[in-house]
C-alpha cells in the first residue's frame, strides 16, 4: 500500500545551520507530494508541493525536489531561523485510488525541529 | 474569509459520553475531511466527504460518525467516547478531493481527551 517514511525525530540545529529532512514514498502511481509544516498550537499548513517527477517546490526558503528514480521528497533549507521551529510532514496523494479519493493524503509521522540562537 | 474552522478549542469526556466536533469553512471546497493527530502516529484519515451529500470512510472510521448536509458544515460524532480516541482532531478541506494535486487547507484542531 501507500505510505511515506520520514527521519525519526527530533532534530535540533543552531540558528543559520543547514536542514536536510528526509522523506521517501511507496505510491501505486504518479503521486503528488507535499510538506506541510506545524507551528506550536496551530494547525498543519502547505509549506510547499511538487505535481510530478523532476519538479522542484520551494517556499519561505524551504525547498524539496520530486525524486523518482529515488522514491523521494526531501526538504532543505540553506540557514534555518528560530522561527522555523516547528513539525516538519511530509505527505502524499495518489491519483490512483481504488476506492477512495485522489485527494485524500497520507502523512508520515512528522520530525520535530527545534532552532536555537 | 475565515479558511477553516473548528469548534471547540479543548474538550473532556467522560468513557460513554458522546458529542459532536464542529468543521466549518467558506471557501466554497467540495472535498471535506477529519484527521486525528496522535504521537508518533502522524496524521489518519478517519471520515472523508467529496461533496454535500457523499461521505466515506478512511484509514481510522470505528466510533466516529459523519454526514454532509451542505458544502459549508462537516461534523464528526463520537458515538460513545472511548479513552482510545484521545487525540487532537484536524478538519481540513480543498476544492474538489478529485486531483491529486489539490492543497489542503486545515483548522486550528480540537483537542479532546477522554477519561
Known amino acids: 500500500g501507500n505510505s511515506v517514511t520520514q527521519m525519526e525525530g527530533p532534530v535540533t540545529l543552531s540558528e543559520e545551520a543547514f536542514l536536510t529532512i528526509n522523506c521517501t514514498y511507496t505510491a501505486t502511481g504518479y503521486p503528488s507530494l507535499f510538506w506541510y509544516v506545524q507551528y506550536p498550537g496551530e494547525g498543519l499548513q502547505l509549506l510547499l508541493k511538487a505535481t510530478k517527477a523532476d519538479d522542484k517546490g520551494s517556499n519561505k526558503g524551504f525547498e524539496a525536489t520530486y525524486r523518482k528514480e529515488t522514491t523521494s521528497f526531501h526538504l532543505e533549507k540553506g540557514s534555518v531561523q528560530v522561527s522555523d521551529s516547528a513539525v516538519y510532514f511530509c505527505a502524499l496523494s495518489d491519483p490512483i485510488r481504488y476506492g477512495g479519493s485522489q485527494g485524500n493524503l497520507i502523512f508520515g509521522k512528522g520530525t520535530k525541529l527545534s532552532v536555537k540562537p | 474569509n475565515a479558511g477553516v474552522t473548528q469548534t471547540p478549542k479543548f474538550q473532556v469526556l467522560k468513557t460513554g459520553q458522546s458529542m459532536t466536533l464542529q468543521c466549518a469553512q467558506d471557501?466554497?471546497?467540495?472535498?471535506m475531511s477529519w484527521y486525528r493527530q496522535d504521537p508518533g502516529m502522524g496524521l489518519r484519515l478517519i471520515h472523508y466527504?467529496?461533496?454535500?451529500?457523499?461521505?466515506d470512510q478512511g484509514e481510522v472510521p470505528n466510533g466516529y460518525n459523519v454526514s454532509r448536509s451542505t458544502t459549508e458544515d462537516f461534523p464528526l460524532r463520537l458515538l460513545s467516547a472511548a479513552p482510545s480516541q484521545t487525540s487532537v482532531y484536524f478538519c481540513?478541506?480543498?476544492?474538489?478531493?478529485?486531483?491529486?494535486?489539490?492543497?489542503?487547507?486545515f483548522g486550528p484542531g480540537t483537542r479532546l481527551t477522554v477519561l
Open positions: 471557501m466554497n471546497h467540495e472535498y
Open positions: 481540513a478541506s480543498s476544492y474538489s478531493g478529485l486531483a491529486s494535486t489539490d492543497t489542503q487547507y
Open positions: 466527504s467529496v461533496g454535500a451529500g457523499i461521505t
